[in-house]
């Protein structure tokens, strides 16, 4: 007979397996649970991503953002999302398309590769610019560096050729180079090869980036070309399609508001910058050289540094030692920005990144202070004064009367018309855009025309002044108040201000959208139209006003 102790351990030993098949049933649940979740939300996520239904669109507008998914310096899947992301009007081959070199900007014409104001150089002696969009300014042409060099003393004997083209890598540089240095050698010109530390050696190893692009490798330590290439992005894109496997796990590793970075950093370690990228910039910087000392002229290598390349951020210095390294060795002359910038800016590092932004346009771009001081170094290199750094002529360069107002605009075009610009301190945004804005699309606001972005920056209220020449016509759009704080009942703490001739015509506080301020100004022999943001709390940092299908329009 069996003791009260003994019936109780056989009974235990009998819930054992018992609890063991519950444990399991329950872990087996909640696998099939998450496999289940993780599925709905990638099929989720890809709907609100790719959807064109209206409530797609709505739901999903902060999640169509290329960075979420991909690092633009380093995978062509950032810009094949960006691409798509736009609306269909804006998507297309490049204005200036071109097989060979991917486009080739705006003063050079496609297959021909004819520099379209080549007569204005006469018989003095070429400075031929190579490089990006630092080389070709985001600033009007009038503050640009061949604007600048023919208002110097250096024009009656030397003009400058700019081939600068936005979002080229030292790749097309290059290519572009190739194709037109034949036009001038006759010519004896000065060969500038420039390129932005921050990011232009990444781009060699992307074949899309806004649109496609050639791309080289290296095949027995020599360059081998993918080109020419098709234009089309769209037949591009179903030929190259996304090599993203899962948009959840992306997003999870290049949002920066979901995980923590060394989480993130951990999940995006299969994406890292190629080794054979330092490789392939030293042999196209190399073969650039070599081509040029062919033929027997003068070059030199020229470094724009943008705000990262001024901090001298992690992961930006190995850039400057490749340009340094094969500089020394290849034996060519390198002129650095950054010195002069810290020279305008005596030493002080946040003073210096004064000299870049200060628009939407310019945005990670030198203005016209910026384009100034790094002509100082374009022209030490001229002159052959390479590593003489000239602090009293950065000096003079800084004291010359602004063609941009004095007040701080920066001077640009906006709605077709000639505006000046200006936003204080961090965060400050005044621009037009023809990209549909989130939250807004086509559908939704049966919006025609422009857009007007404005935010208030740290340091005060953000401002579009247009100089007007007095002819009947009117302003109109729609405001809104956009990116209410999440669950906040706050009142609308955005104010529109608008100015005719210096009298305040309307103020108003920017209800959040969908609500709005229908806007219709008279500006019938006006002269000026003034339009300000502002911020009634510190809240607002975030919001921003949304001038829907603005337009400044004839009226007969």
């Not at 590793?253 to 923590?260: E, M, Q």
């Amino acid at each position: 007979m069996q003791s009260p102790f003994e019936s109780q351990g056989s009974a235990e030993i009998a819930r054992r397996p018992a609890r063991g098949r519950r444990v399991v049933r329950a872990l087996l649940a909640a696998s099939i649970g998450l496999v289940l979740g993780a599925f709905l939300l990638e099929f989720g996520m890809r709907w609100m991503i790719f959807s064109d239904s209206a409530l797609a669109r709505r739901l999903g507008w902060k999640l169509r953002d290329a960075s979420n998914f991909a690092d633009p310096n380093l995978q062509d899947d950032h810009w094949k999302l960006q691409y798509l992301f736009l609306p269909t009007d804006k998507q297309g081959p490049a204005e200036t398309a071109d097989p060979e070199c991917g486009w080739t900007g705006s003063r050079v014409r496609p297959g021909t590769y004819e520099y379209k104001d080549a007569a204005h150089v006469g018989d003095r002696r070429p400075v031929l610019l190579y490089g990006d969009s630092f080389a070709a300014c985001n600033t009007e042409p009038e503050l640009c560096f061949e604007s600048l060099l023919e208002r110097s003393d250096l024009s009656d004997r030397y003009a400058l050729v700019n081939y600068g083209a936005g979002g080229y890598g030292v790749d097309q540089v290059y290519l572009l180079l190739s194709r037109t240095i034949d036009q001038w050698k006759d010519k004896n010109p000065i060969v500038v090869i420039s390129f932005l530390v921050d990011n232009d050696f990444d781009r060699n190893a992307l074949s899309f980036r806004c649109w496609p692009k050639p791309r080289f490798t290296l095949a027995g330590g020599e360059l081998v070309s993918n080109g020419p290439v098709d234009t089309d992005p769209d037949r591009f894109l179903r030929e190259h399609p996304f090599s993203i496997g899962s948009y959840l796990l992306r997003f999870l590793a290049y949002n920066r508001r979901v995980l923590p970075e060394r989480v993130r950093w951990y999940l995006r370690r299969d994406h890292v910058r190629d080794p054979l990228t330092v490789e392939l910039g030293r042999k196209i910087l190399e073969q650039m050289h070599v081509d040029l000392a062919a033929r027997g002229l003068e070059h030199f290598f020229l470094s724009f540094h943008g705000a990262a390349g001024i901090r001298q951020l992690e992961g930006i210095r190995w850039a400057d030692e490749l340009v340094e390294s094969a500089s020394k060795d290849l034996g060519v002359p390198l002129v650095e920005t950054r010195p002069y910038f810290l020279a305008a800016a005596d030493g002080d590092v946040e003073r210096a990144l004064g000299f870049i932004g200060g628009s939407a346009k310019l945005e990670g771009h030198y203005n016209e202070l910026g384009n100034r001081v790094a002509f100082e170094a374009l022209r030490s290199g001229i002159e052959k004064r390479y590593g003489e750094i000239d602090v009293d002529a950065i000096a003079a360069a800084l004291a010359r009367p602004r063609l941009s107002a004095s007040d701080g605009r920066e001077l640009t075009t906006i709605l077709g018309c000639t505006a000046r610009v200006r936003t204080r301190g961090a965060r400050g945004l005044a621009r037009e855009a023809v990209t549909p804005y989130p939250p807004f699309d086509t559908d939704a606001t049966g919006t025609k025309g422009k857009y007007l972005v404005l935010r208030s920056g740290a340091d005060g209220p953000s401002e579009i002044v247009w100089i007007l020449d007095g002819r009947n016509r009117r302003f109109r759009g729609r405001a809104s108040a956009v990116e209410r704080p999440p669950g906040s009942d706050e009142q609308p703490p955005l104010v529109l201000e608008i100015r005719v001739d210096g009298r305040v015509v309307q103020s108003t506080e920017v209800p959040y959208y969908p609500g709005g301020v229908d806007l219709d100004v008279d500006l019938a022999k006006s002269l000026e139209l003034e339009i300000v943001a502002d911020r009634k709390t510190a809240r607002a940092v975030a919001s921003w006003i949304h001038i829907a299908d603005a337009r400044i329009e004839s009226v007969e």
